[in-house]
């Protein structure tokens, strides 16, 4: 259970809408035992006075005050039952909000290459499924139980100061989460399996179909297609085995509330039989144990699907346990920025021979070598994307821990080999560098990039829409629209691999000059393979072996 004290804890801030929430849950119960109980009450008293008066016996039943009372409760049913439906299902939303919020921040704090190492369906797992699964935290499994521990025990204080012998009529209802509870552990490791299972196969369905045509042309897509199928049948019976289950925690929720009123039944013959309890009260109680039976029908679903949340909840604190929220490295800011002996390792073997330079403040370095020499992992390294290294990173005479690179990420303004654009406007995309950007700044960076003319030809200008992955521009204005996204992000330190790749010579020959004023004041460090494809430099590092 300790998965869910994060999420329990994050949901519990909203006490107050969780409290309104639940009184409106508990009043809609409280108005339905009413309706039931004082209708069978209305019913058996007008049945006994007629049968009196058939009888020639005097008697009187005043039919206005339980009939006010009966359309009252049948009113307030409904209008709690709006209500409730209504305030829950904004407050889902809400604490939806909130979880996603939490989960984003703690993986904007996890460490980039972590990140990276996850398959794209991996995460889309965590974003929608194991989200979804603590969607209804609250109303499936933190509500049900509150709401039926408070219907019983205000059914117990009023059969203790009514009728204390009628309290027996409970049992049945109050061994039936401990019941169900026992049932739901035979389920959990079944219904965390089911969220595992869904998540593979989501996983090698996207792996398929991303190498559908390799898988062709090497003639692998049968012996794929027959694993796809082995998963989701194995998927198929852990549901029906979870489904199996959760209809026999419905059948016992069943059993027991029928139970209950069986015995409150008995037991109000017994007492009317007595003399302790009229004919109508004794149905009456039967009756609102009946309408009890309401607040239990949450439990079965609140306990099968403890343990797809459970898992959901374990695989999203995993989430947080690479961040550091401690970081500390050098503040970013300008300094001479120096490499002794640095190299960097994967699964032990050396990616790249060791770099030693110095590159003072301001100063412009180009990397440059054939494709896999090791730029775009060198420029990963000084963006603080990379921590698998070792040797020596100074900045201004502070070392660089590659354990320790939030701050210095914050001072970093990186444009990557691939172009990452968002289905928005030219604008939103811009200011993910500059939220405060002005317009005027926008133009500005944007004609250093040699993109006006695109601007005049978009028909809302910096407001108009570029499509998902900016396919509503060509390979060249789509990397421009990147290289002035990675200009206009204030830093001391401009890292470009490629920055002009899809774009042609004489354009190239305009951007080298135009963005100029916009690399005065930063260090900087360019990949490519060969000077003619990068800004102007100061220094020349060579990956390929000489400097």
């Known amino acids: 259970m300790n998965e869910l004290r ?40 007008t049945a006994l006075t007629g049968l009196l008066l058939a009888a020639g016996v005097a008697a009187q039943l005043d039919i206005y005050t339980p009939g006010g009372g009966i359309r009252f409760f049948a009113l307030a049913r409904t209008v709690s039952r709006y209500l409730e439906r209504v305030y829950n299902h904004d407050t889902v939303l809400r604490l939806l909000a909130d979880v996603r919020v939490t989960l984003f921040s703690r993986l904007a704090m996890t460490r980039p290459n972590r990140v990276g190492a996850k398959r794209p369906a991996d995460w889309l797992n965590r974003l929608i499924a194991d989200i979804d699964a603590l969607d209804t935290l609250y109303l499936q499994l933190v509500a049900p139980p509150g709401l039926a521990l408070a219907g019983l025990l205000l059914a117990g204080l009023v059969m203790a100061m009514v009728a204390p012998p009628l309290i027996w009529s409970l049992v049945p209802l109050a061994l039936l989460p401990l019941v169900l509870y026992l049932l739901a552990r035979h389920t959990l490791a079944p219904s965390r399996n089911q969220g595992e299972q869904a998540e593979a196969l989501r996983g090698r369905f996207v792996d398929v179909i991303e190498g559908n045509a390799e898988l062709q042309a090497a003639h692998l897509w049968s012996r794929e297609a027959d694993a796809l199928l082995h998963n989701s049948r194995t998927l198929d019976n852990t549901r029906l085995l979870v489904e199996r289950q959760a209809a026999m925690a419905n059948g016992l929720t ?81 300094g001479n920025l120096q490499l002794a002996d640095l190299v960097v390792e994967q699964n032990g073997e050396a990616l790249m021979r060791p770099v030693s330079l110095e590159l003072p403040e301001g100063g412009r370095l180009a990397l440059i070598g054939r494709s896999g020499a090791g730029k775009s992992t060198m420029l990963d390294v000084l963006a603080g994307l990379n921590d698998n290294w070792h040797g020596e990173l100074k900045l201004a005479g502070r070392a660089l821990d590659p354990a320790s690179t939030r701050d210095w990420r914050s001072g970093v303004s990186y444009l990557t080999q691939r172009t990452h654009l968002f289905s928005d406007t030219v604008a939103a995309n811009l200011r993910i560098a ?39 521009l060509s390979g060249g204005e789509r ?69």
Not at 11 to 18: D, F, G, P, S, T
Not at 260 to 268: D, H, N, Q
Not at 436 to 454: G, I, K, R, S, Y
Request: net charge neutral.
């Open 6 to 45: 994060p999420w329990v804890e994050l949901i519990a801030a909203r006490w107050r809408r969780l409290l309104v929430g639940g009184l409106l849950m508990f009043a809609t119960v409280l108005a339905g035992i009413g309706l039931l109980a004082l209708s069978g009450w209305f019913i058996t008293a």
């Open 254 to 334: 069943l059993m027991a509330v029928q139970l209950a009123s069986v015995i409150a039944m008995l037991t109000g013959l017994s007492l009317w039989r007595s003399g302790e309890l009229s004919g109508p009260v004794a149905l009456l109680f039967t009756l609102a144990v009946l309408g009890l039976g309401e607040a239990f029908t949450g439990l079965p679903a609140a306990f099968s699907r403890l343990g797809a949340t459970l898992g959901a909840a374990g695989r999203l604190n995993g989430e947080g346990e690479s961040r550091s929220p401690g970081d500390s490295g050098p503040h970013p800011g300008p």
């Open 434 to 472: 500059k939220p405060e950007a002005a317009d005027q700044e926008l133009n500005a960076v944007l004609a250093a990039v040699a993109l006006t003319p695109l601007l005049e030809r978009l028909p809302n200008g910096l407001y108009s829409m570029i499509g998902e992955q900016g396919r509503r």
């Open 479 to 547: 990397r421009r629209l990147a290289l002035a996204r990675a200009l206009l992000r204030p830093s001391w330190l401009l890292l470009l691999d490629e920055p002009f790749t899809g774009v042609d010579s004489a354009t190239i020959e305009q951007i080298r000059v135009s963005m100029e004023p916009w690399l005065q004041g930063r260090t900087c460090v360019f990949a490519g393979h060969n000077t003619a494809a990068l800004p102007g430099t100061d220094i020349q590092l060579n990956l390929d072996g000489s400097q």
